[in-house]
């Protein structure tokens, strides 16, 4: 019976693919053997006249949007591969939104009484209405009986069914997709799919994101750059969690910036090293620092909310980082090159000399340019791109970090357009820089090294990033989908 319900679901997945022309994109036609040629135009029929609009990345960035937290936090994980689907595509994905409706306070009410155990006014002295809600949890505005303003973050009633049943579905595609087209198996679907369950799964658990959150306020305290809330505790359960009111508005709120006495340049820096330090001194960063999870404050107080998702760089990975970077600022691309073969990313039977030139080709455009335009996220991400020609197993967690500095410089540039990237991250860059690559730093490094080669011996490899080449193997998701789609316009057909 399960088997059954999840191929509903799946269904109906296919279906609202196809209405946003997203299953069988009609862009990529040339590359579909000719029998899913016409099945993408038979489903093109069914595509709705709003839903056509927009590049393939914005069409199913839509499409995810309306299909519940599995398919978003699906979608989420999927803009992280450029290095597969290509940059734009990417890009466009990274912008699904993860907004509904809110449910009846009420409702969440309810919630609360039942996971704390205790009615709803005997912890808050106020409950308001939501602030915000998306499809796992929503916000409420709240005051504790000392007087303290608290967010309070109540799950969805019934998300967990909802994430069960989405994961089987999504289970069901993937093992679709990994049996039946072989150009998508070494993507490695099932895998996939396990990882956006997983991820799922652990936002589904608000004591996780409790301990996110405590553990990032003691982080960016080291440094005064940003602040996080406090926990309030006596408030955080599974399914429930309170957090201290953030001061100030959102940046997300066009009048954010009018507050009297704002000192932009100040926050642009503070949004900038704020980041950096958290990666690059703690090895532990916010990895999701858009505009609706920054608050500010005259005059330059960032706060940040929001820690459903947190990245870890090791000290190799943080390592790693400071060498290129390094390298690149000496325009040293043998040294870059070669950093990337002793660390064991790029396989040994690739050519360093061919692999400096093309770093040379990210450096060069990217150093020529005036040093306030310089951007770490354009470097990285161009780096990434570049990388994948000769096969650099990626860290995920480097994919994070790259798409988190592009966010923040993205913010920072629209908090101050004249804002200095390079200027701003040059402390914290620099004390990094000399830290990890001081000769004590390269001592300890080598004992290091010796236990890391053999701690990899016993390790599974990393995820494998393959040349980006094969346009055809953008699209395995869409190509698997195709046979659910036949199905469900041949339901629909008999239906009506
Ligand atoms: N500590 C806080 N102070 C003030 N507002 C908050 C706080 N935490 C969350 N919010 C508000 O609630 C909204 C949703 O909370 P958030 O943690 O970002 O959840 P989501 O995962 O749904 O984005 C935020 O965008 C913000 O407006
Ligand atoms: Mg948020």
Redesign the pocket.
Known sequence: MAGIAAFGRLVGAGWRLARHDALLPREFEHFYPPALRTAGGFLRLFAGGAARRGRPGERLARALEGLGPVAIKLGQLLSTRGDIFGAEFAEDLSHLK?RLPPFPTALARAEIERELGKPVDAIFARFGEP????S????HDAQMPDGRRV?V?VLRPGVEQRVEADSEALRLAAALVEDRVPLARRLEPRAFAATVIRATLLELDLRMEAAGADELREVMAADGYMQA?KVVWEAAGKRVLA????PGM?LSDPASLDQPGLDRKALANNVIRGFLAQAMDHGVFHADLHE??L?VAAPDTLTA??F?IIGRLGRAERRYLAEILWGFLQRDYMRVAQVHFDAGYVPAGQDVAAFAQALRAVGEPVFGRPVSEVSMGRLLTQLFEITALFEMRLQPQLVLLQKTQLTVEGVARRIDPEHDIWAASDPVVRRWIARELSPKARVERLVEEGLTALRRLAEPPAVVVTPAVKASARWPWFLAGAAVAAAAAWLTLLIS
């Not at 602030?131 to 998306?134: I, L, R, T």
């Open positions: 993860d602030v915000g809600a998306a796992l949890a929503q916000a967010a973050k809330p957090l201290e009111w953030a959102p609706g999870n608050f909310v929001d459903g």
